[in-house]
Nanobody, 118 residues
Framework: QVQLVESGGGLVQPGGSLRLSCATS????????LNWIRQAPGKGLEWVSD???????GYLDSVKGRFIISRDSSKNTLYLQLNNLTPEDTAVYYC????????????WGQGTQVIVSS
């Protein structure tokens, strides 16, 4: 069974940093594009970043230069480094796996909450 488990969220002051992790299992980690998606309170899902099997990364414009996505194939783990956080980054952050046939995301984690507040 495909599983993704996020961790690393918490409460941080504006300007601070967090490192989110997504531990995966049940699929060939190195062959799939992986994503981070977030949901702010009262809002819909928002795509944040992705990274493909060749380590090519893409980002939402509002997080470019602040967030860094990476993956460690030896640990089957996806990461998102969050830097220079603002209150607008407050959200539940999810990791998700691309479908093999480009039909969207076919597996999600449970989410980890990031709260940016002074």
């Amino acid at each position: 069974q495909v599983q993704l488990v996020e961790s690393g969220g918490g409460l941080v002051q504006p300007g601070g940093s967090l490192r989110l992790s997504c531990a995966t299992s049940g699929f060939t980690f190195s062959t799939y594009t992986l994503n981070w998606i977030r949901q702010a309170p009262g809002k819909g899902l928002e795509w944040v970043s992705d990274i493909d099997s060749d380590n090519n990364a893409g980002y939402l414009d509002s997080v470019k230069g602040r967030f860094i996505i990476s993956r460690d194939s030896s640990k089957n783990t996806l990461y998102l480094q969050l830097n220079n956080l603002t209150p607008e980054d407050t959200a539940v952050y999810y990791c998700a796996k691309d479908h093999a046939s480009d039909l969207g995301f076919d597996a999600w984690g449970q989410g980890t909450q990031v709260i940016v507040s002074s």
